[in-house]
């Protein structure tokens, strides 16, 4: 099939199929006259999936079609997902994960100590990757209802994980900064999914080597069961009991543009996080 004429730089290019009763990709103006076989298949959301990764990634083929035509409210998420994530459902949407960080702000708060200043005795530490953006809305919450501005933290495990020798993959080591003293202080350690407690464990060693903090609470937006080690959430955001093979995929507009929470499964999922 031939090209749409345009600069390169005007055109996505996918691998696409004619089939009138697919639904299409596309706002209104995209669906009649000379656009109208501008059409991904939607019926099967692998397929779906594997042509949108393909734009993405640079692999394409076939012909052309209108970058706008991608921009639907049908198959939004798909770009936010893993190569060979099968989306189940949404948890939470931009709205839903607004209101469980202002419950979770003022569950936070709930531990300050009277006749105490905050920001003498409380901390916010963020684990990489998106729990430093979790710490950053948490601690605006916290400042626009108490109007005190707690110290935050940044800080990467990836070294102290039990399983640090044993991937084959190199792995990615990202900043840690914690700019306070630990000593005395109630750390409040965030992330964005509990699992099976390996990586929260590897934090508290890291913690315990940066200083000797009164107390640690740990915060999780999801808790997704299936521990192997007795860790738990003291502050979580919802519960979601899930199966192996199941993933929730948490999604931030600071990295991935759109705010939401999803259960997908992925039979290739690797790793324990």
């Known amino acids: ?145 108490e109007g005190v501005t707690l110290p935050l933290g940044i800080l990467d495990a990836t070294m102290y994980r039990d399983d640090f020798r044993l991937r084959l993959k190199q792995p990615q080591i990202r900043e840690t900064r914690i700019p306070f003293d630990l000593t005395e202080r109630q750390v409040f350690l965030v992330d964005d999914v509990l699992y099976t407690g390996r990586t929260v464990r590897a934090a508290l060693d890291a913690l315990m080597d940066i200083g000797r903090p009164a107390a640690v609470h740990f915060v999780a937006i999801v808790d997704r069961g299936l521990r192997e080690l007795p860790i738990r959430a003291d502050i979580v955001g919802r519960q979601v009991p899930t199966l192996p093979g199941e993933e929730v995929r948490v999604r931030l507009t600071e990295c991935d543009d759109r705010d939401g929470v999803w259960l997908v499964t992925n039979p290739e999922a690797g790793g324990r996080p």
């Not at 076989?37 to 939607?42: A, D, F, I, M, T």
């Not at 052309?64 to 893993?82: G, I, S, W």
């Not at 530490?125 to 710490?135: E, F, K, N, T, Y």
């Open 1 to 145: 099939m031939g090209r749409r004429p345009g600069r390169l730089r005007d055109r996505v290019e996918v691998e696409a199929f004619r089939r009138p009763t697919v639904p299409r990709l596309g706002p209104p103006e995209f669906n009649g006259g000379s656009d109208s076989c501008w059409e991904v298949s939607v019926c099967r959301q692998n397929r779906a999936k594997d042509l949108l990764w393909r734009c993405v990634r640079g692999k394409f083929n076939a012909f052309t079609v209108p970058p706008e035509a991608l921009r639907l409210p049908a198959l939004p998420y798909l770009f936010l997902m893993q190569p060979n994530d099968v989306v189940k459902a949404q948890l939470l949407d931009e709205r839903d994960l607004g209101r469980m960080l202002d419950r979770m702000a003022q569950q936070i708060v709930e531990h300050a100590q009277p006749d105490t200043s905050p920001t003498d005795t409380m901390a916010l530490i963020g684990m990489q990757s998106r729990g430093v953006h979790l710490a950053r809305r948490l601690r605006a919450r916290i400042e626009q209802m």
